[in-house]
């Protein structure tokens, strides 16, 4: 099996490895970089809790390679906190109640980040549409609409 | 892990092809990989070698202009098909199917190559770009030859298209800025499904030229024959619309899968091959997804 060195940026940091043909992203940033907060929900592309920002856009990193993040940028949700604390978005999730057991949220705070990024003032079908590839078990995604519908709005007023 | 593949990424068409001939129908060409992937992990599909065709530039490439018609290279991801202002006002029925695939997440990646190439009888770009007459351009290590998107289908999951042969770009010719397309798709969720029937159609009320196209009822999407007359733009729907289904009825096998059953898809057809006309008639709105 040959190994393909690859080199790419993770939340703003450099990174350099050696990975098989068939590690896919998501592998890679669990398993490698021990970003654990993209989770392999189904690994077929229809849950989206896997959900990561690919040169900010939102793909599922389970359907895509570790080689084919070579030369890219990939953002995670570890990378929404920052040192002075939670985002806005992140915060909005707690204060809407939009997280129950936690294992759709970091692939539903990258939709919405991605989102938020080519929308500032979304509409609430466009939130929908936007995490219509998100499955959320617990919520009933009422709560997460609300979050994001708050934090675009709080993003809004901050600028 | 996946599974057991090497993967190269092609810098050139010809580096692509040749890998493709070398490899002797063992290797496959990875677009979005949301088929190609998809089937790798559950075993469907073992290819020795992906071949990555995205580093080619000339592939990432998507013009319009209303003389010459549209040219999707074979990696533009279906998200910029959709927000193509050219492809929404001059074939709308393409940006729709377009949109109605997979999920947002799906659509940064998933490509209309890919989508034809892995030829589901579900493929929802297929019955709008069969209605427009769109052409695949395909290089080869014999050259470079156009495959009609009518002529590609052969069998479920099966193209006409050789294991050494690249699709570089489909081709949408020009249409009058008269025509009218419309998509139809019946899903059981929007975000995460494939059809249980699709069904798109061209019209133009300045020459009467009417085609329809129907998904995930046969083998292949298949293209309705033409009625053989003009339709003015005032003719009886229901009328019209029993018409087509005799013709439809002639070319399409529905069946009974996960989805539906075949009784269900039989009974859809009528009412969507109305729905259809009426959107193309009298445009009106009859998609069903959220937006
Ligand atoms: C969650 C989910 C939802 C989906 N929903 C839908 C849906 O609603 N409707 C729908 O129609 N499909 C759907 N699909 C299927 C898939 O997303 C589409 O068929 C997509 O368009 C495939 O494109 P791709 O670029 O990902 O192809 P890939 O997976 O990369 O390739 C598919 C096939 O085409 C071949 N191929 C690709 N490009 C070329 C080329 N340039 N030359 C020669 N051969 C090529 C590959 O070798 C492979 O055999 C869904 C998939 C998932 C995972
Ligand atoms: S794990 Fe990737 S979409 Fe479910
Ligand atoms: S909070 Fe449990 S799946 Fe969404």
Aim: glycine residues 8%.
């Amino acid at each position: 099996m040959t190994l393909h060195p690859i080199r790419l940026t993770v939340n703003g940091k450099s990174e350099e490895a050696s990975v098989p043909a068939a590690m896919t992203l998501l592998e890679f940033l669990r398993e490698r970089l021990y970003l654990t907060g993209a989770k392999e929900g189904c690994g077929a592309g229809e849950c989206g809790a896997c959900t990561v920002l690919l040169d900010g856009l939102p793909v599922t990193a389970c359907l895509v390679l570790a080689v084919e993040g070579d030369g890219r940028e990939v953002r995670t949700v570890e990378g929404e906190a920052k040192a002075t604390g939670l985002s806005v978005l992140q915060r909005a999730f707690i204060e809407e109640g939009a997280i129950q057991c936690g294992f759709c949220t970091p692939g539903m705070i990258m939709s919405a980040r991605g989102l938020l990024e080519r929308n500032s003032n979304p509409t609430d079908a466009e939130i929908v549409e936007a995490i219509a590839g998100n499955l959320c078990r617990c919520t009933g995604y009422e709560a997460i609409v609300a979050a994001i519908r708050r934090a675009a709005k709080e993003e809004r007023d901050r600028r | 892990m996946l599974g057991e593949f090497e993967y190269v990424r092609a810098k050139t068409i010809k580096g692509g092809y040749s890998l493709l001939a070398k490899a002797g129908g063992e290797a496959a060409v990875l677009a979005g990989g949301t088929d190609l992937l998809v089937n790798i992990r559950a075993g469907k599909a073992s290819p020795r070698l992906l071949v990555d065709m995205k580093g080619v530039k000339s592939l990432d490439r998507l013009t319009f202009s209303p003389k010459t018609g549209a040219l999707i290279g074979a990696s533009v991801p279906l998200n910029t098909i959709v927000e193509n202002r050219g492809i929404r006002t001059r074939y709308p029925g393409l940006a729709e199917a377009a949109w109605t695939v997979g999920s947002y997440q799906i659509r940064n990646r998933a490509t209309i190559a890919g989508n034809l190439c892995n030829a589901s009888p579900a493929a929802d770009t297929a019955p709008p770009l069969l209605v427009l007459d769109a052409i695949l351009e395909v290089a080869s290590p014999r050259g470079e030859r156009e495959v009609p998107v009518r002529s590609l289908f052969v069998d479920s999951k099966k193209t006409s298209l050789s294991f050494d042969e690249v699709v570089t770009a489909i081709r949408i010719p020009p249409v009058p800025a008269t025509t009218r397309t419309a998509f139809l798709k019946r899903q059981r969720v929007k975000g995460h499904d494939l059809a249980i029937l699709n069904v798109a159609g061209r019209y133009d009320p300045a020459t009467g030229d009417l085609q329809i196209a129907i998904g995930s009822c046969a083998k292949t999407p298949v293209l309705v024959p033409p009625l053989g007359e003009p339709v003015p733009p005032d003719a009886p729907i229901p009328e019209l619309a029993r018409r087509l289904e005799a013709l439809a009825i002639q070319v399409v096998h529905p069946i009974s899968d996960l989805r539906a059953t075949a009784e269900y898809r039989r009974a859809l057809l009528p009412v969507f091959i109305r729905r259809l006309l009426e959107a193309l008639l009298q445009q009106s709105d009859h998609r069903e997804a959220i937006r």
